[in-house]
């Protein structure tokens, strides 16, 4: 005889290859998968784990937005994500709604024996809901410079079939590990960008250049500042 042995999991954050890179410059950063800290495979849970915690440097006035993304194991269940009361969120941050993200489930391959299949193979499956994500904004402003705030996450799935056996499991679903980021906002850092201000400016003590006018002639100067916070990116001229 054969039994199908199907196996209870809660929902576990997932990220792409790179751990989530940043996309983006100065006037926007985008995470667009849920950032993980350096090593995840060496800590066994997330909860509370300092090490788990990914930290994010962001400028004042950038936008600021990620994408956390959770699967369940179980292609039944429906996936839901909060932010977690404890710590909560900065002052102005926005929290989406929690959206499904429908997918297929490749089939498990029939079990062989020495008697032969025990069953057939399955078809593959569609999921409405094993999958979720969870969109945070957040603009920094001037207040926040030299402020670093701490913002989790945590998902849980609709079922009830381990309630009890375990804390996380729950009359109201399962809930999953927690997943952290610390956000430190930073003062910007700027230089001129003209080729020719250091020839004019060649130190701080220096006298400032004389420079001639003439009667009737117009003397016009074309300043650039970058911001070399993120990306050098060119902010004003």
Not at 179 to 202: K, N, S, Y
């Amino acid at each position: 005889h054969c039994w199908r042995v199907k196996l209870q999991a809660p929902p576990k954050f997932v990220t792409n290859s790179t751990g989530c890179a940043p996309v983006g410059d100065s006037a926007e950063l985008r995470y667009e998968c849920t950032p993980f800290a350096a090593n995840p495979e060496l800590i066994p849970d997330t909860t509370g784990e300092p090490r788990a915690w990914r930290d994010l440097a962001l400028s004042v006035n950038q936008r600021f937005t990620v994408l956390f993304t959770a699967v369940d194991p179980n292609e039944e269940d429906s996936v839901s994500l909060f932010v977690s009361e404890d710590p909560g969120i900065p002052p102005g941050m926005t929290v989406g709604r929690s959206q499904c993200v429908p997918r297929t489930v490749a089939p498990f391959p029939p079990h062989r024996s020495s008697q032969g299949n025990c069953d057939a193979a399955q078809p593959e499956v569609s999921s409405a809901c094993s999958k979720a994500t969870l969109q945070l904004e957040w603009t920094p402003t001037v207040a926040d410079i030299g402020s670093e705030f701490r913002v989790c996450v945590v998902a849980r799935d609709d079922s009830t079939l381990c309630a009890g056996e375990e804390p996380r499991a729950t009359s109201r679903g399962w809930y999953g590990e927690e997943q952290c980021m610390r956000l430190a906002i930073i003062q910007p850092d700027f230089e001129w960008g003209t080729a020719w201000v250091d020839e004019l400016l060649p130190a701080p003590a220096a006298s400032p250049p004389v420079l001639s006018a003439y009667v009737g002639c117009a003397l016009s100067f074309n300043l650039t500042l970058v911001e070399t916070t993120f990306f050098g990116t060119n902010l004003s001229s």
